[in-house]
């Protein structure tokens, strides 16, 4: 039977009785603490087990990303020997992410954009392969969190970043663009992959476009393989209006192949959102166990050559924003769903 815990937000200032146990805590699992003070300062939470016993505490601060450069509550969350294995780390950082999240709405969304958590512990190691994409819902939750991988640390410790739901300003005017613009053309649209068994006519119509189309999407030529080519044709009125090329890439601070979105689109083409149109029907064609275009891929990925503007994740495709180069190119990224990456060596 799994134990039930209680959980307490932490006042301040912190009564002397919880300073005690939790300075206790620490000693017990040699946690080595060495500025004592400024951490006790960023407790935010505690678990007990029935008995009343400190069993975990959750605490956090306020820092950037390693990889994407925003600011987030950093959160790290220790848990005594003998609870480690039921869910109770995980419960803590649930009623963490709530109450943060909370904070924000009452702030006007002004503030970090999420909460992060890089895993030290040596399971990590021991497991070989870890999700790129964990969600939970606790009682606590009145949604779903999504913590999505940013990448490893020079230790190999992942790092893991949740960001908060954007219902602002800048949402709403990309959701009233796409609805305005874009929808019903993508509904009416068709996007099919080139294959095999494709007319040896839309082959020959794909290569004279992306030959001689419009090219957005940002995916430098020198990133394709020549032995690899996978094409995708978005038509629309019986008329091809743009060709999708998938280009692989390798992104060290994962330690995974992700696959861009290279979009070809035609002099004609119509004045919409050709590429999240792609990118939406593109990733649900691939999302799906067992694809064999996908089978040595994490997720998709977006270049932008310059800044966009749009939220952290994107509404209208789910993509999220992964970082910014020197050059000041944007790169957006969306896992496949179950998918699993190396821990490196």
């Not at 960023?42 to 990889?67: H, M, N, P, Y």
């Not at 290569?207 to 394709?224: H, Y």
């Not at 996908?294 to 990925?301: E, R, T």
Request: hydrophobic share 40%; with cysteine; glycine share 8%.
């Amino acid at each position: 039977m799994m134990p039930v815990f209680t959980y307490q937000k932490v006042a301040s200032p912190m009564l002397p009785a919880l300073r005690q146990e939790i300075e206790n805590l620490w000693r017990q699992e040699q946690a080595g603490i060495e500025n004592v003070e400024e951490r006790l300062s960023q407790i935010r939470w505690v678990g007990r087990d029935e008995d009343g016993t400190l069993a975990g505490v959750c605490s956090s601060q306020v820092e950037k990303g390693v990889f994407n450069s925003q600011y987030f509550h950093a959160m790290r969350v220790l848990v005594g020997k003998p609870y480690r294995q039921n869910l109770l780390a995980f419960e803590l950082l649930a009623h963490m992410v709530e109450d943060l999240h909370v904070q924000r709405q009452g702030k006007g969304q002004i503030g970090p954009v999420g909460v992060k958590a890089i895993i030290q512990s040596s399971i990590v190691a021991e497991r070989g392969a870890i999700h790129c994409t964990r969600t939970f819902q606790f009682p606590v939750n009145k949604i779903p969190y999504t913590f999505l991988l940013s990448g490893f640390t020079s230790r190999k410790h992942p790092e893991y970043c949740c960001y908060f739901p954007d219902d602002g300003d800048s949402a709403k005017a990309v959701l009233a663009r796409w609805a305005a613009d874009s929808e019903a053309f993508s509904k009416e649209a068709s996007i099919v992959a080139l294959g095999d068994t494709s007319p040896e006519s839309d082959w020959h119509a794909a290569l004279a476009l992306t030959a001689g189309g419009t090219e957005s999407g940002g995916v430098s030529r020198e990133l394709q393989t020549p032995h690899y080519r996978k094409l995708y044709t978005l038509t629309h009125n019986g008329q091809l209006q743009a060709v999708c090329e998938l280009v692989p890439r390798e992104v060290p601070e994962i330690n995974a192949r992700l696959l861009g979105l290279h979009l070809h689109a035609a002099p004609e083409a119509a004045e919409v959102d050709l590429l999240a149109c792609l990118a939406r029907e593109v990733f649900e064609q691939l999302n799906q166990p067992g694809q064999p275009s996908a089978a040595d891929a994490a997720g998709l990925f977006l270049v932008y050559t310059s800044r966009t503007g749009l939220p952290i994740v994107c509404p209208v495709t789910g993509f999220h924003l992964h970082g910014v180069d020197r050059q000041g190119q944007e790169l957006r990224v969306r896992f496949f769903e179950e998918i699993k990456v190396k821990v490196p060596l």
